[in-house]
């Protein structure tokens, strides 16, 4: 792959995270207006839910903790202190900007190409095992994960493939 593919690889994929950060994440699904108020721990008149990752640490800083709490217990087994820990969502577009900044670097340097390569694969990898393990149908609620969290997975492996390949790539002789 030429180095302007790889750039614009890399670039897209910072840029992709950066904006599906704002888009849906995951959507909650009520069944009735009892479970809203088991659910959500509120009153609430709607049916379906849309959060971001924009809306994570924003929900889990006001009235709403208690639904974010439920969200957050898919992707960790302990919620406990969700306020705190929802800022760490800020992470996703910002690691994805810095893997994509380390790419251009990693053209001459196998091992950092490697290293990146292998940050994208495993967070892209933790993230879908991490779904497709998870209980998406909490009492009372069905949770659907949106596209905006799928673009940000293949993101990261669109970046680890590049820098992989980087890795793999010969290096002339000197």
């Known amino acids: ?21 704002f888009l849906p994440w995951a959507s909650i699904e009520i069944r009735n207006a009892t479970s809203i108020k088991n659910f959500l721990g509120m009153m609430g008149e709607a049916e379906r839910i849309k959060i971001s990752g924009y809306d994570i640490p924003c929900m889990a800083n006001n009235g709403n903790a208690r639904a974010i709490q439920k969200v957050l217990t898919i992707f960790v087994s302990d919620a406990e202190n969700a306020d705190k820990k929802s800022y760490l969502v800020w992470l996703v577009p910002l690691l994805a900007i810095l893997l994509a900044g380390l790419t251009f670097p990693a053209a001459r340097n196998r091992k950092l190409a490697l290293a990146v390569g292998a940050a994208g694969i495993l967070i892209f990898l933790a993230g879908t095992i991490k779904i497709l393990t998870a209980d998406l149908n909490p009492a009372g609620a069905i949770v659907h994960i949106s596209p905006g969290f799928w673009l940000t997975l293949l993101s990261y492996l669109a970046l680890g493939i590049v820098n992989i390949q980087q890795h793999m790539r010969p290096r002339p002789l000197t």
């Not at 180095?3 to 614009?8: A, F, L, P, Y």
């Open 1 to 21: 792959m030429n180095s302007q593919r790889i750039k614009t690889i890399a670039i897209l994929a910072a840029i992709i995270p950066a904006i599906c950060f």
